[in-house]
């Protein structure tokens, strides 16, 4: 019953997974490819298609980087869903952190098996410098990031006796 305890954070993995697919099928089913609508001084909607990884590392590698990615892909979601049910029922952060990096990890997997590349959308700048466009996925797993650092660095852990 232990090992399953932690499973009650696939949830959030869900949510990421759901969350980016909709976004996804909106920006893909209402504009067209390289299209922008500015919504703030400093961040537009642009449609994007990343057959790389992240920065679009590899895009222009001719085509085995998608199921290089897509590998790597199952065999992390496969790697973080063994250690959520490896979890204690303390390490909550933790488990979050990882819910969130294997919903992305699968949001970005669905579009590299489906489509051959990952549609990226957010597009953030200043002036003419852009950040590398992403995802509600990539989000997911940048946040999960970040509070798996949180966590390491004691955030979230109890409190011990003196």
């Keep these: 019953m232990r090992n399953v305890m932690m499973l ?3 949830w959030l993995s869900l949510l990421a997974v759901v969350l980016d697919q909709a976004s ?3 920006v ?3 504009m067209q490819l390289y299209q922008s609508i500015p919504i703030l001084p400093f961040f537009k909607i642009t449609y994007l298609r990343n057959t790389g990884a992240a ?6 590698a001719g085509g085995w980087q998608r199921w290089f990615f897509a590998g790597l892909a199952l065999v992390i979601s496969v790697i973080i869903a063994v250690w ?4 204690q029922k303390h390490e909550t952060l933790l488990a979050i952190a990882l819910s969130l990096i294997l919903g992305g990890a699968i ?3 669905i579009d590299r098996l489906a489509y051959g590349y990952v549609l990226d959308f957010l597009d953030v700048y200043y002036g003419t410098w852009h950040w ?5 996925a990539d989000s997911a797993i940048t946040l999960g ?4 650092l949180a966590e390491s660095f004691g955030l979230g852990k109890p409190k011990e006796d003196e």
């Design 145 to 148: 990031v970040v509070l798996m």
């Design 107 to 109: 949001g970005n997997l």
């Design 84 to 87: 959520l049910s490896r979890l």
């Design 24 to 26: 996804k099928l909106m």
């Design 55 to 60: 920065f679009s590392f590899l895009s222009e």
């Design 28 to 30: 893909d089913g209402s």
């Design 8 to 10: 009650k954070w696939l």
């Design 132 to 136: 590398p466009a992403f995802n509600i």
